[in-house]
Each structure stands twice: as structure tokens, then as C-alpha cells.
């Protein structure tokens, strides 16, 4: 699913980027969106995908610097109980551009992550702070309306809600984006 959705995202992308060439994007001021895409969960040896849904925004100081908040939640990662994750994240955000309305973005910073899990009526609900790291693309459609293709890398400590367990996590999101820059 991973690779449909690259492929999907990376055509529009490259359809876009003829249409966004007289579209010259406001760089700085509040911006919001949502996106869609494909999470994957990986934790010991639990390693499963599902779609995801989320919303975006934040603030570009300068063409160059900005900071920027994430939501996003799953849909069912288990095939053997109902198994959701979701997680926030802020984050400085550094953009690079090539051009008045192709960008590229890298960001580091910090999230809380939490995983849902119940199996067969038990509930095992797991929640920790972590690190995030992303990429992306984006393009300018018009002055204000922007798409965007991304990337994030979520690395987080989970511990259990009543026992003083912790377990590693892994995930990312791969998601295509749509925003309004303010």
C-alpha cells in the first residue's frame, strides 16, 4: 500500500508542478490542512499498516524557518483485535526552495504517541513522548492553496496504562496533504 501511495502522490506531484509554475505561494503567516495516507506500527514483532487520517498546520517565520504541529490517527492495525495508534507532534521545520512554488522541508522535534489495543474485550492502552524527524514536498497550486507529500519517522517509549511496562515503537506515516496558507 505504501508503494500505491508514493506513486500516487509522486504523479500528482509531478502533474502539479507544470500547473504551480505561475503560482507563487505566500511563504510566511499561519498555515492549516489535512492529509491522508498510510501508517505503519512497529513494536517487537507486530509490524502491520493502515490507512491514516490527519491535520497539519503551524507558522512560517521566514521563507526559510517555520514551526509546525501534526495530528494524525489510524485505522485498524490488528487482524486479531481492533489496534489503533495516533500521535501529535511539534516540531521546528526548515524549508528549502527551488523555485517560487516547489519547496522541500525537513523537521525534528518532539511527539506523544499513543497505541489503543483491544483484544477480545481487553483493553491494553499504551502511551509514551518520543522523537519525530520528517521530509517533504511541497507545491503551490495557487498564492494560497497548497499540496504536499510527506513523510514522518516517529520513534517513541510506550508504558502501559496499569502495568510498569515499557516497549519500543516505530511509526511513520506516509501522507499526501492539502493546506491554506493564511
Known amino acids: 500500500m505504501k508503494k500505491g501511495l508514493t506513486l500516487v502522490a509522486l504523479s500528482i506531484t509531478a502533474l502539479l508542478s507544470s500547473a504551480v509554475a505561475t503560482a507563487e505561494t505566500d511563504k510566511t503567516g ?3 490542512g489535512g492529509n491522508i495516507g498510510s501508517a505503519n506500527l512497529t513494536v517487537n514483532q507486530f509490524d502491520e499498516s493502515a490507512v491514516s487520517v490527519g491535520a497539519y498546520g503551524g507558522y512560517n517565520f521566514t521563507e526559510n524557518f517555520g514551526l509546525e504541529g501534526t ?3 489510524t485505522g485498524d492495525l490488528g487482524d486479531y483485535g481492533d489496534i489503533r495508534a495516533a500521535s501529535f507532534t511539534a516540531a521546528p521545520k526548515f524549508s528549502y526552495y527551488f523555485n517560487d512554488s516547489i519547496s522541500m522541508f525537513a523537521k525534528v522535534g518532539l511527539t506523544a504517541t499513543a497505541v489503543a489495543a483491544d483484544e477480545d474485550g481487553v483493553n491494553n ?7 519525530v524527524w520528517g521530509l517533504g514536498l511541497n507545491a503551490a497550486v495557487t498564492d494560497k492553496l497548497n499540496v504536499r507529500v510527506s513523510y514522518e519517522m516517529i520513534n517513541a517509549d510506550l508504558e502501559h496504562n496499569h502495568f510498569n511496562e515499557e ?7 506516509i501522507s499526501l ?3 491554506y496558507q493564511f
Open 30 to 32: 499561519f498555515y492549516v
Open 71 to 73: 495530528l494524525f490517527t
Open 125 to 131: 492502552d499504551f502511551s509514551g513522548i518520543g522523537w
Open 167 to 173: 516497549i519500543d515503537s516505530e511509526l511513520s506515516n
Open 177 to 179: 496533504g492539502v493546506h
